[in-house]
């Protein structure tokens, strides 16, 4: 399920951006997997299409998603880009958890401060 938060300052189109590749990274959508229209998710949303449609922009250009002409956009496999750039953002989390660490910051402090950015909650 997408959820955005209409009173946040991150831009609508990087909230379903996100909300997205969650989707995928959780399994909730699968390789090959039809994303609704532009049309439809910004009816479903109270969205403007526009803002759907830059964020398909986006998730296409940075491998997410597939568009087939007629037929609609399609969740990629994760494969050559966007595997790499998956691969490079585990390694900047294990850095920033092992920065955290070597800093004091204990491990149950950060698994709430993970917890918090995960739900989109504000950090204490």
């Known amino acids: 399920m997408i959820l955005l938060d209409m009173k946040s300052r991150?831009?609508?189109?990087?909230?379903?951006y996100q909300s997205i590749l969650r989707l995928s990274a959780l399994g909730a959508m699968?390789?090959?997997e039809q994303l609704p229209s532009v049309r439809a998710l910004a009816q479903e949303l109270g969205v403007n299409p526009n803002t759907v449609q830059k964020?398909?922009?986006l998730?296409?250009?940075d491998g997410y998603i597939c568009s087939v002409?007629?037929?609609g956009s399609f969740l990629c496999d994760l494969g050559g880009e966007?595997?790499?750039k998956k691969r490079e953002a585990e390694q900047a989390l294990r850095q920033a958890v092992r920065?955290?660490?070597?800093?004091a910051v204990s491990p149950e402090e950060i698994r709430s401060l993970v917890e918090q950015t995960l739900t989109g909650g504000e950090a204490k």
């Open 82 to 84: 966007a595997a790499k």
């Open 10 to 16: 991150v831009p609508i189109y990087e909230q379903l």
């Open 59 to 61: 998730l296409e250009h």
């Open 69 to 71: 002409p007629g037929k």
């Open 99 to 103: 920065g955290a660490l070597d800093s």
């Open 55 to 57: 964020a398909y922009q």
């Open 30 to 32: 699968l390789p090959g």
